[in-house]
């Protein structure tokens, strides 16, 4: 038997600059910091705090960096930057919006369904961005409301993203720490996210069956947006094709996730000659690469230091008396402080605990999924809940200014309305599935 840990001024320490940088970064709206400014100032201070008190320095914070995360993102928002101007996304979406014929529940479940494939290869951030003024637009010239349009792309991307390794942030920290390579991800998640995507849509067209019912103009969708790079378009469509078929099969050359994504990018360079390199490097966000580093050398100092194995060794026995329900208390948990604060330093935090365990030879496997699936369905409880969410807000808020009429501005009691009942709905749906196949979570990853 182990000896338990004991309480001491590193854990202290290292738990005081968590605290605090936590409550820099869920307060952003407050004080006006951006959140990365405040994952800075802590990772420095764990560093330099743990230099003097001898838990941790420069290069194990270095060590503590998921480069597999952040090289993944950076790729990939740097394809999305080269895709975007080919007006091909653009095209998607009118062709989608010819086809629904009028019909506003096809639309929607079109839509949604476009936002959602798209989601699961780019995070549901990039997805939203480039369709919610495309919703606007088609919304526009059909005079209807965009709202349930608008809150069925946060809605349906997040939901989406789920369901694979590079669907969503967390996804990728938690598939990285785990080792769990893109198939395993899809065939565990798939089904308990193709449920709750379903559930989502319909719950839409309950809560908007007003909306959804009146006849919409008819305009000739046809008309309004021609490709404007068709072959850069084509390429970078070969290439993502090509990118599935690696991700699918990566794991059986040793290649990690963004060893996929720079392949991708690189082949997409060499493909399209014309593509302004310099242009599109312009459009990463530096920013939240910045804020992923900072966290992963925040949390870092966090573990060296000991305080979340101390954390731990409180919660393993609950999870060895009761793993079934361990594992749906902590989806429900996890759902919760998504919806209330981000759900990236939550994830962050968490993964070093369960990696914890499962080094004590606990079964943790149902724990990575659940933990999964709360992030990423909690996300849709509020309008804060994912950056998906505050970005179809802002875009609402900026329509309902320019059009001057207040009833298309997402509101924070629309969303409690509409979103929070569709999260509950979906945590429902998925803690059933996670009863009924509990066997099939709780099998290992990588069984020995």
Known sequence: MTQPLLWNTSMTVSAIILALTFIGIFTEGMHGFHRTKFAMIGAGAMIISGQILGFYDPEKAIESIDWN????????????????????????????????????????????????????????????????????????????????????????????????????????????????????????????????????????????RQELSITPARPDFSQLEQLRDPDTWRKALWVMGIMVVLFIVHHRFHWEAWMVSTFGLTLLLFLAPNVDMDASFEKLEMTLL????????????????????????????????????ACILLMWVAAILSALIDNIPFTAAMIPIIAGMESRGVNVTPLWWSLAIGVGMGGNGTHLGSTAN???????????????????????????????????????????????????FARPIHPH
């Open 69 to 208: 995360v952040v090289f993944l993102l950076g790729a990939m928002m740097t394809i999305v930057a080269i895709m975007i101007p080919t007006g091909g996304f653009q095209n998607l979406a009118y062709r989608i919006a010819d086809l629904s014929r009028g019909r506003l529940f096809l639309l929607m479940a079109m839509m949604g369904t476009a936002v959602t494939v798209i989601s699961l290869l780019l995070d549901n951030v990039t997805t939203v961005v480039i369709f919610g003024p495309l919703i606007v637009l088609i919304c526009r010239a059909l005079q209807v409301s965009p709202i349930p349009y608008l809150l069925a792309a946060a809605l349906l991307s997040d939901t989406g993203g789920v369901a694979t390794l590079v669907g969503d942030p967390p996804n990728l920290m938690i598939g990285s720490a785990a080792h769990i390579d893109f198939n395993t991800f899809l065939l565990r998640m798939g089904g308990i996210v193709l449920v709750a995507w379903l559930a989502i849509l319909f719950s839409l067209r309950l809560f908007f």
């Open 290 to 325: 910045a804020f992923f580093i900072s966290l992963f050398v925040l949390i870092g100092g966090v573990e060296h230091s000991g305080f979340l194995a101390y954390l731990g060794q409180f919660i393993e026995p609950f999870v060895d008396r009761d793993l079934l329900t």
């Open 390 to 440: 505050v970005y179809i807000v802002t875009l609402s808020e900026r329509l309902a200014r320019e059009t001057g009429n207040p009833d298309y501005a997402i509101t924070p009691g629309l969303w409690f309305r509409k979103g929070t009942p569709a999260m509950i709905l979906t945590l429902l749906t998925s803690s059933l599935i996670l009863w009924w196949f509990f066997d099939f």
